[in-house]
């Protein structure tokens, strides 16, 4: 599978599972856009690239911001020209019980989680219309598929993930554009981090070990890849057996 001439934006690539998928598929060849609200750490995911003789792009934006995201999608034709593949990774969580959880919580889960991945999609959707050909990857959640105590917010905004990309897939599938998600499951992340350590989590899993961020950059790298012509609209679960589909 080779990337060379791809140019790919990466949302939330700062660290953690995006800063994975940015250098696996700079590692193949694409020019990367590494797009995260942290520019700390959307540098040190370039300089990465950049020492592994790959080309990337450090943009600072707020995915949930629609001028922000309409100005960062301009910085990135700027840099890179039109872009052709997508993967929607920027994501948050908390946990919350049902009964404390406010509107103001849920509506920024959904607005970061969700309400991103169109603001995003909408950015580069025609420069894939234009090529004739297309990727997107969306990352949902297996708490979206298993349900999760005090994730309400969270599973409902990674569950309408899992509906936009099946929506999406059917609109574009004549299109030559692909869509389709990956919903981790418990992966050795910082964020995985602010709720659970990974040791503890590894006795309940079926491979007896949490996942970790190149687990999920290798489905991306296929689902993104000229291989996957004819996959579209699928929820590739990358869970170590967590929850079978
Ligand atoms: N780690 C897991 O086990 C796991 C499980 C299921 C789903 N996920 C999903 O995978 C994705 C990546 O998770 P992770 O574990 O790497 O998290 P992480 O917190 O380690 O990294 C997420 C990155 O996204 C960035 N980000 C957050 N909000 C943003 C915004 N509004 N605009 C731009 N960037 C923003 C952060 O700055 C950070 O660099 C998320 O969507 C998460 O919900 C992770």
Known sequence: MTMAGRNVVVTGAGRGLGRSIAATLAGQGASVAVWDLNADGAEKTVAAIQE???????VTVDVSDAAAVAAAAARTHEELGPVTVL??????????????????EWDRMVRINLKSQYLVSRSFV???LAAGWGRIVNISSSSAQTGAPAMAHYAASKGGVIGFTKALAIEFADKGITVNNVPPGFVDTPLLREGFDPDEVAPSMPM????????IAHAVAYLVSEEAAYVTGQTLSVNGGRYLV
Do not use: H, I, S
Request: a negative charge; hydrophobic letters at 35%.
């Open 52 to 58: 592994a003789g790959g080309e990337a792009v450090a």
């Open 126 to 128: 025609p420069d894939m």
């Open 87 to 104: 993967v929607n990774n920027a994501g948050v969580t908390t946990y919350v019980p049902f009964t404390e959880l406010g509107e103001d």
């Open 208 to 215: 007896k070990r949490a996942g970790q961020p190149a687990d």
